[in-house]
């Protein structure tokens, strides 16, 4: 089974959301970039993914929200799992201005 959450932020850029969960999951992020998705950044060791997504993604004739039932973040963190646990959440939700929108279980 797969756990899927997505916290967002309006108070933080890409590049400040990258360092803070760095910081807080001891992961490394490499840049990627998508023709679906724009740029966003990925981390991922086996059990754990987490990608730091803009929520404006490009459009063809304007950004378009990559959430947009919540268009007032503008920063997302995407998190994919295969062990459920609540360490994880609980080292995001520790991030000042991250807040969690979304938990899903497939």
Do not use: K, W
């Not at 932020?9 to 890409?14: L, Q």
């Not at 490394?28 to 754990?48: I, K, P």
């Not at 991250?98 to 899903?104: D, G, P, Q, S, T």
């Amino acid at each position: 089974m797969a756990s899927y959450d997505t916290y967002g932020t309006s108070t933080h850029t890409v590049d400040d959301l990258v360092r803070l969960v760095s910081v807080r999951l001891g992961m490394t992020f490499t840049e990627r970039e998508s023709h679906f998705r724009g740029v966003y950044h990925l981390a991922d060791d086996h059990s754990v993914r987490v990608e730091v997504q803009p929520n404006e993604v490009p459009g063809d004739d304007e950004d378009e929200p990559f959430d947009d039932a919540h268009p007032e973040c503008r920063v997302l963190v995407l998190t994919t799992t295969t062990t459920p646990g609540t360490t994880l959440r609980a080292r995001l939700e520790s991030i000042e201005g991250l807040l969690h929108l979304r938990h899903e279980s497939v």
